[in-house]
């Protein structure tokens, strides 16, 4: 990885950062699988900043100090992503049926969370990198399987690593719409 780019925990400073920077990939990377009005209404519900996460520590936060491309950033922050140890399979802070009950490493999977890459900084192997971090630190936890509610946009990263899918899921919206997203599953 590129000595510009530190990945690191990302702390509850961070998420006044964390809040644009997950719109501004969203608005980005995503226009090609979703709807204006899908990715309107996504947003803060399904798509979004999970801080539950940042308590747990495990999600992770891509600084980019002085890039050479003097590419954009959101308060210096290129990417950010994680994994959960809970119940909850995808959604930020407002999604509705949260359950925030702690899962089981001997028998359930390990949740891959809540990727998002500043367009100027996408293609680049940031995602690629925040995936081995958290799965290295799920199973340094005794985890085994994860799995992930993909969006359709993430769905070839996650196949390129070894996630299988299995079904396709549509998330209400609250104009009447669906976002589909995939869940994915690794066994390792």
Not at 2 to 29: F, N, Q
Not at 79 to 100: E, L
């Amino acid at each position: 990885m590129p000595p510009y780019l530190h990945y690191r925990l990302a702390t509850p400073d961070d998420i006044p950062h964390l809040k644009p920077l997950i719109e501004a990939s969203i608005c980005g990377l995503q226009t090609n699988d979703y709807s204006p009005s899908q990715i309107d209404q996504a947003i803060g519900t399904w798509l979004g900043l999970d801080t539950q996460l940042i308590a747990d520590q495990t999600y992770f936060a891509v600084e980019a100090r002085q890039s050479p491309d003097h590419l954009p950033t959101i308060g210096g922050l290129a990417a950010c992503g994680g994994w959960s140890r809970r119940k909850t399979p995808y959604g930020s802070d407002h999604r509705p049926n949260r359950d925030d009950s702690f899962l089981n490493p001997a028998s359930d999977a390990a949740k891959i969370r809540a990727f998002f890459v500043h367009p100027a900084w996408a293609r680049r192997g940031i995602g690629t990198r925040i995936l081995q971090l958290c799965e290295q630190a799920a199973q340094a936890e005794g985890f085994t399987r994860f799995e992930m509610g993909a969006t359709l946009t993430g769905i070839p990263l996650y196949r390129r690593h070894g996630y299988v899918e299995h079904e396709r899921i549509d998330l209400p919206l609250a104009n009447g719409e669906f976002l589909p997203i995939v869940k994915m599953t690794k066994q390792i």
